[in-house]
């Protein structure tokens, strides 16, 4: 495995349409490979393949909806799921958030950016078996962001309007107070 390069948002590639994927060969597990590699290196919740200068349709998150096992070893009790997904596509979705929102290849820019609360998405796995995923909350705009990737669309053109650092520390630690969740942190706020 090796991390790959992630593009900033002023290269062009980003903006463009990926391509469905149709060989479910060595080079997209390699490829996909590298993509967790990245992910988890830059502390993300999400990457999609053209952030890595690959116009193809395959994206990861994070699924945060994952509950730890609290019978395991301390440090084994939160593994971040990560989810491989190839020609994703979003079947349905309901409800609404508004909530702060990231990028990797826009980093320290954070916005307010409203998505579905709930999504349901069919993709494939490596192999090229059809799968469905439901992902609520972070994962549903985790699979919003990433999924939008594939068709060129940058998180900043959604934005109703971009925070201050102030404003990202003050909401997340207001949020973490609301829901009691310890993962509301901006820390892997970005996609
Ligand atoms: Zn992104």
Redesign the pocket.
């Known amino acids: 495995m090796a991390l790959r390069n992630i593009l900033k948002d002023n290269d062009p590639a980003l903006l463009k349409k990926s391509r469905e994927v149709k060989d479910f060969n060595k080079r997209l597990h390699v490829l996909l490979d590298d993509m967790r590699e990245t992910l988890i290196d830059a502390n993300g919740l999400?990457l999609?393949a053209p952030?890595v200068g690959v116009l193809r349709r395959a994206v990861l998150i994070v699924d945060t909806s994952i509950e730890t096992d609290e019978t395991a070893e301390p440090e084994e009790q939160y593994k971040p799921q990560i989810v491989e997904l190839v020609n994703p596509e979003i079947t349905a979705k309901s409800g609404e958030q508004s909530g702060t929102e990231g990028?990797?290849?826009?980093p320290g820019v954070y916005g307010l950016v409203v998505r579905p609360d709930f999504v349901k998405v069919r993709a494939q796995d490596r192999f090229g078996m059809s799968f469905e995923i439901w992902g609520k909350g972070l994962t549903a705009r985790a699979l919003c962001?990433?999924i939008d990737?594939l068709d060129g669309i940058m998180?900043t053109t959604l934005a109703e309007r971009y925070l201050t650092e102030e404003e990202v520390e003050a909401y997340a630690l207001e949020h973490s107070e609301e829901s009691e969740d310890e993962d509301a942190s901006t820390d892997g706020q970005?996609?």
């Open positions: 999400g999609a952030q990028c990797l290849s826009v962001h990433e990737h998180f970005e996609f």
